[in-house]
């Protein structure tokens, strides 16, 4: 369980968060400026703050009001920044064995580093030095080296601000095992909302200072107004569930089922019967209010229109729920007004792509699906 109750002054910027959660992969989103990096400095120890309490599993660092305020050496938390900060005259195992080092940790037997080395496909990489790793692999050895000091809690600080495209997505299998098999739960600061749709199963929204929402990612991805395209959530989509049902060789298809229905898509890597959780991107989503015929996206849905978003600006955010399954739209104002949409609405969207995430899912896919047995597209 992780407790920040925290209030912080500097200079014209005001921090105040009050948020509680028993999340395992914690994302603390917001755009630049909104005071990511403030708070997690405030959760680390790098700075103290005017009045407050943070408790991570039952242990205060810091209670204001009782005069507590564990330094930050004393915290034990693994914190990884943008850029991964490894000592250039180390190698990568000398770098890894630091961090168990610096924490009296050290493992004598080496399975601890093997096994940390394993899980971020560095083992190959541990005679080398830094100036021969890429921006990713510098990346994942300065992970390993926090993970190797058996912290209770993991900060990451925008871990892929400093790479390209290419090398963010190279990684990210390697959090998806980070976040998956190493026990250790994470604050993640990001500013990106692909990366926390994701990653993370819990989101912590702060916009100036202020937070506006916590709780389950997949609950507050269907929100319609904590990603509007006016401030930049240009990745925004709800996240949904769905199971991989067969492949189709001669067309070189996969067919998807969620609630919403059946979902036709350019063949995926995954095994039939295998769960993935999918971003619709609420750019790719397009509303139609009659059924359409002759075209060529295979992904169409009955829906209603169950929230519209703020009228202020070019475009809007639709909420249509499909059998049970949210999916967020963005449309141009031009078009909903032009349309007559609103709450109630019959309609049918129709989603051009969809992007995937191969985490596992736990038992309440089960209950989707027998509840939906007969849900199909249109
Ligand atoms: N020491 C300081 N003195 C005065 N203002 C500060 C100080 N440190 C940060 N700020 C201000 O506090 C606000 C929040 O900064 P912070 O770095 O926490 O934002 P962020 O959400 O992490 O942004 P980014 O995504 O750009 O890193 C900003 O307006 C910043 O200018």
């Given at each position: 369980?992780i407790?920040v109750?925290?209030?912080?002054?500097?200079?014209a910027?005001?921090?105040?968060?009050?948020?509680?959660?028993?999340?395992?992969?914690?994302?603390?989103?917001g755009?630049?400026?909104?005071?990511?990096?403030?708070?997690?400095n405030?959760?680390?120890g790098?700075?103290?703050?005017?009045?407050?309490r943070?408790?991570?599993?039952?242990?205060t660092l810091?209670?204001?009001?009782r005069?507590?305020?564990?330094?930050?050496?004393?915290?034990?938390?693994?914190?990884?920044?943008?850029?991964?900060?490894?000592?250039?005259?180390?190698?990568?195992?000398?770098?890894?064995?630091?961090?168990?080092?610096?924490?009296g940790a050290?493992?004598?037997?080496?399975?601890?580093?093997?096994?940390v080395?394993?899980?971020?496909?560095?083992?190959?990489?541990?005679?080398?030095y830094?100036?021969r790793?890429?921006g990713?692999?510098k990346?994942r050895v300065?992970?390993?080296?926090?993970l190797?000091a058996s912290?209770k809690?993991?900060?990451?600080d925008?871990p892929?601000?400093?790479?390209?495209?290419?090398r963010?997505?190279?990684?990210?299998?390697?959090?998806?095992?980070?976040?998956?098999?190493?026990?250790?739960?994470?604050?993640?600061?990001?500013?990106?909302?692909?990366?926390?749709?994701?990653?993370s199963?819990?989101?912590?929204?702060l916009?100036?200072?202020?937070?506006?929402?916590?709780?389950?990612?997949?609950?507050?991805m269907?929100?319609?107004?904590?990603f509007?395209?006016?401030?930049?959530?240009?990745?925004?989509?709800?996240?949904?569930?769905?199971?991989?049902e067969?492949?189709d060789?001669d067309?070189?298809?996969?067919?998807?089922?969620?609630?919403?229905?059946?979902?036709?898509?350019?063949?995926?890597?995954?095994a039939?019967?295998k769960?993935v959780r999918m971003?619709?991107?609420?750019?790719?989503?397009?509303?139609?209010?009659?059924?359409?015929?002759?075209?060529?996206?295979?992904?169409?849905?009955?829906?209603?229109?169950?929230?519209v978003?703020?009228?202020?600006?070019?475009s809007?955010?639709l909420?249509?729920?499909?059998k049970?399954?949210?999916?967020?739209?963005?449309?141009?104002?031009f078009?909903?007004e032009r349309l007559?949409?609103?709450?109630?609405?019959?309609?049918?969207a129709i989603?051009?792509?969809?992007?995937?995430?191969r985490?596992?899912?736990?038992?309440?896919?089960?209950?989707?699906?027998?509840?939906?047995?007969?849900?199909g597209a249109?």
């Amino acid at each position: 369980m992780i407790e920040v109750v925290v209030a912080q002054n500097l200079g014209a910027f005001a921090l105040d968060v009050d948020f509680k959660t028993d999340g395992r992969f914690v994302a603390l989103f917001g755009h630049s400026g909104s005071g990511k990096t403030t708070l997690i400095n405030l959760i680390a120890g790098l700075t103290r703050p005017a009045r407050g309490r943070i408790v991570i599993d039952g242990e205060t660092l810091v209670d204001t009001t009782r005069g507590i305020l564990v330094p930050a050496c004393k915290r034990r938390l693994g914190m990884v920044f943008q850029e991964g900060r490894l000592f250039p005259h180390l190698s990568v195992k000398q770098n890894l064995l630091y961090g168990a080092w610096f924490a009296g940790a050290v493992d004598k037997s080496g399975a601890e580093l093997a096994r940390v080395a394993n899980l971020l496909g560095i083992d190959h990489l541990l005679t080398r030095y830094p100036n021969r790793l890429s921006g990713g692999e510098k990346q994942r050895v300065a992970i390993g080296r926090a993970l190797l000091a058996s912290p209770k809690l993991l900060l990451m600080d925008e871990p892929l601000a400093s790479l390209d495209d290419a090398r963010k997505l190279e990684i990210m299998p390697y959090l998806e095992r980070l976040r998956d098999e190493a026990g250790i739960p994470v604050i993640y600061v990001s500013h990106s909302v692909g990366e926390v749709a994701r990653l993370s199963d819990t989101l912590v929204v702060l916009s100036a200072g202020k937070m506006r929402a916590c709780g389950p990612t997949l609950d507050l991805m269907r929100r319609v107004d904590l990603f509007p395209a006016a401030e930049g959530g240009d990745d925004a989509g709800a996240v949904i569930l769905a199971r991989v049902e067969k492949h189709d060789p001669d067309y070189d298809l996969t067919t998807l089922v969620s609630r919403a229905g059946e979902w036709r898509m350019p063949r995926l890597d995954v095994a039939e019967g295998k769960d993935v959780r999918m971003q619709i991107k609420a750019r790719d989503v397009m509303i139609s209010r009659e059924k359409p015929d002759n075209m060529s996206a295979l992904n169409v849905f009955r829906g209603v229109v169950e929230e519209v978003g703020a009228m202020d600006g070019a475009s809007v955010e639709l909420r249509v729920d499909c059998k049970g399954e949210t999916l967020i739209a963005r449309l141009t104002r031009f078009s909903v007004e032009r349309l007559q949409l609103a709450v109630g609405e019959p309609v049918f969207a129709i989603v051009k792509s969809v992007s995937f995430d191969r985490r596992t899912l736990g038992s309440g896919w089960q209950d989707l699906r027998a509840s939906d047995a007969s849900a199909g597209a249109e």
